[in-house]
């Protein structure tokens, strides 16, 4: 069982930025694939990012390029999203993942969720 906590989200003017952050507890955080995932009201749960074990391979949703990184710290057990240029668009409850083997872009490949924290983005 890896449990994740994810914090830093809020309310931000169109154009602002915000770190989001999802921290996992003491199993061997290294060895996990970890995903940041969205989900707007009405919508189905959408890939933003990804990041392996290691840190060395990212993936991104199209959406997101360019506006969106993700990085962690293996020393902290944590997941970071960092989220520039923010859009109205973007409004949504944004959720950590972790599964262990490669990335996915694939909601169902990841076995641990977090609870999610809601990132609103005003116009």
């Known amino acids: 069982q890896v449990r994740l906590v994810e914090s830093g989200g809020g309310l931000v003017q169109a154009g602002g930025s915000l770190r989001l952050s999802c921290t996992a507890d003491g199993r061997t955080f290294s060895n996990y694939a970890m995903g940041w995932f969205r989900q707007a009201p009405g919508k189905e749960r959408e890939f933003v990012a990804s990041i392996s074990g290691a840190g060395g391979a990212t993936r991104y949703a199209v959406t997101v390029k360019g506006r969106f990184t993700i990085s962690r710290d293996n020393a902290k057990n944590t997941v970071y999203l960092q989220m520039k240029s923010l859009k109205p668009e973007d409004t949504a409850v944004y959720l950590c993942?972790?599964?262990?083997?490669?990335?996915?872009?694939?909601?169902?490949?990841?076995?641990?969720w977090g609870q999610g924290t809601q990132v609103t983005v005003s116009s």
């Open positions: 993942a972790a599964r262990k083997g490669p990335t996915s872009v694939d909601a169902t490949r990841y076995d641990y």
